[in-house]
Every structure is written in C-alpha cells, then in structure tokens.
C-alpha cells in the first residue's frame, strides 16, 4: 500500500486517453474505496487542471475496468458514489470547461441516474450557455433521456439566435426525414441560422437517398451540397470562442460576450 500523496500524485500524472490498465489498477489497489473516493472528489474540486486529469483517470477507470478485476470492483463502487455526485454538483458549477467534462464525464461513465440531472442541466443552462448544449444534448442522449425531440424543439424555438444557432448542428443526426423543429430552423429570420440549417438538411437528405442514387448522382449531389455551404457555421464559432476563453484565462462568458465577438466580425472563421 502507498501513502495518499503518492496515489494522489500517480493520479495527476495520468494520461488522458492512454487507457493504461495496469497503472489504474495499481492506483485503485493502493487505497480503499471510501478513502479513493473522498481523495478524487478533492480532486475533482480542485483547479481546472487538476480536475482535468482525475476526470480523465476516473473515466478510463470505468470505461478500461472491465480488463481488470480490481478495476472491475471500482466500477461497481464508482455507481452512486460520491464521485458521481460531486461530478453533478460540478456540472452546475461557475466554470463553463469543468461543467462541460463534467457533463462528459457523467455520459462516457454511463451513470444513467445523471440523466435527470443533465435535464435539469438543460433547463439551467439552455439560454445562457449555447456552448454547452452540443455535449449536453449528446450525453443526454446517450444517458437514456426520453422524447429527445423535445428538447431540440426548445433550442429551435428559443428567443435566443444562438440557442437555435446551437440546434443546427443536430439535424445531420436526425432519425426522421425532416422533423417539425427542422423546418423552423430552415426558414429562422436570422439568416446565419436558415443558411447552415439548409446545408445539414440537404447533407441529411443525401444520405436518406443514397441507397437509390447512381455514383454519378451522388457525385452530383455532393457537389450541389458542397455550393451551398456556409462560410460561418455554429461549431467553428464555438471553438474559436472557447479557444479564446481559455487562452485569455477565462472560464465564464455571458451570451453578450459571444454575440459580441460575431458582431465584430474579426474572428476569421473560414474565409
């Protein structure tokens, strides 16, 4: 057994992704579960940083656990502890970049009993934070969310330009030819909005035809698409956004903010 500040230290030294099952299992070994979980939750509230690295550790941990027996066993703890509550608390938290890997965390962990918790997320955040709602609705989704329809719906119809903005990019994954909240977005009074949303509609319907187009008329088509796309879409915005945020050592914004930087129009989003 190795002392907490060594588990600790192993534990911030983590690679993100490396899925390194042999080191987790000697981390998870080298404490009980009750004293690993009061130290990640620390962890967890510590700076952006370090929650970065123990979000990563604890996702590997339950995503690598089924190779490893140990592993295996803190999966099971992991379910209802209080690391998964303090990942919910987190994702109501002051820090845009910590509730969105909180989020991240939640679905690629499977905690489904976060679900609820994610729609209370939605509420909170849906005109106040645009950046968020791609990873929210996608985790939602995977968590289980039911009438998932529902709350793209809300984003389309949304006082808020850049909430609809933000429901563009879940028209290429729609299941239906279409849906109501589609057809609102296509023809939305703000013209960034109707331009992007005609493009993913056009992608979306390409791929229902596929199966009844010759090569050369899917050629065609892909061209005919490709004319058609915008020069400003929603997801570049919000990367360069969030780039800007974290780079300038911020971790908050207001949607005046964001629409301010749009407005400027010195932003360079593919010229």
């Known amino acids: 057994m190795i002392n907490e500040i060594d588990v600790e230290l192993k534990i911030l030294k983590y690679f993100d992704g490396a899925e390194d099952i042999d080191y987790i299992a000697e981390v998870i070994n080298s404490l009980a579960f009750s004293h690993l979980a009061i130290l990640i939750c620390r962890l967890l509230k510590s700076d952006p940083a370090t929650f970065d690295r123990t979000s990563s550790f604890?996702?590997?941990?339950?995503?690598?656990?089924?190779?490893?027996?140990?592993?295996?066993?803190?999966?099971?703890?992991?379910l209802g502890s209080t690391i998964v509550s303090t990942l919910e608390e987190l994702v109501f938290g002051s820090n845009h970049f910590i509730r969105s890997n909180a989020i991240y965390t939640l679905g690629k962990t499977c905690s489904y009993s976060s679900k609820y918790v994610l729609v209370e997320a939605f509420?909170?955040?849906?005109?106040?934070?645009?950046?968020?709602?791609?990873?929210?609705?996608?985790e939602m989704g995977w968590l289980g969310v039911e009438n998932m329809e529902h709350y793209l719906e809300r984003m389309a119809t949304s006082t808020s330009y850049l909430t609809r903005w933000a429901a563009v990019e879940f028209i290429y994954q729609?299941?239906?030819?279409?849906?109501?909240?589609?057809?609102?977005?296509?023809?939305?009074?703000c013209e960034l909005i109707r331009l992007e949303a005609e493009y993913e509609c056009q992608r979306l319907l390409k791929s229902f035809q596929t199966s009844s187009l010759s090569k050369s008329q899917q050629r065609r088509r892909a061209k005919e698409i490709a004319q058609i796309e915008p020069q400003i879409s929603f997801q570049q915005v919000s990367l360069q956004f969030a780039n800007n945020l974290y780079r300038g050592g911020k971790s908050e914004y207001t949607v005046v903010e964001l629409a301010a930087f749009l407005d400027r129009g010195d932003n360079n989003i593919k010229s």
């Open 58 to 78: 604890v996702r590997d941990a339950i995503v690598c656990g089924y190779r490893n027996d140990a592993c295996q066993q803190f999966r099971d703890d992991y």
């Open 174 to 189: 729609s299941e239906e030819r279409l849906p109501n909240w589609v057809e609102l977005l296509r023809q939305d009074p």
């Open 123 to 138: 509420d909170r955040f849906i005109e106040i934070d645009p950046l968020l709602l791609d990873r929210l609705i996608n």
